[in-house]
């Protein structure tokens, strides 16, 4: 039974990421108002937020006794649903702005160096 519930978790989570995936025009709208270092901080904390949240829900979701008699409980299931899809979100929010960063003109355009200065040594 938990391979049933885990495959149906999965699909979910892939149906929630393809819709999102349609979503990242507006994303892209939203993150070209932001600076920089916004935009490296949410796609940093990105990644690391939805992976915290998913290792610290399914340790939780586990202490709690959620699996039992080798599958997840009702409520169990639908925590680790939920905890999946924003797991999800956060990934595809954190990718999107990182990829929106290396995309934006003051990356992509070469800069000489910062000191134009001759060098002193003969």
Known sequence: MLSVQASLCFLLWIGWGLWQ??????WHRRFASMSRGKLALLGSLGFIFGAALLFGALFGISAAGGIQDG????????AVALTGLVFVASQ?????ALVHLTQRPDTAEPHRPSDNQESSVS
């Not at 995936?21 to 507006?26: S, T």
């Not at 599958?71 to 639908?78: D, G, H, I, Q, R």
């Not at 595809?92 to 999107?96: D, G, I």
């Open 92 to 96: 595809t929010a954190a990718a999107t």
């Open 71 to 78: 599958s997840l409980t009702p409520l169990a299931w639908a």
């Open 21 to 26: 995936r349609r979503r990242a025009e507006a």
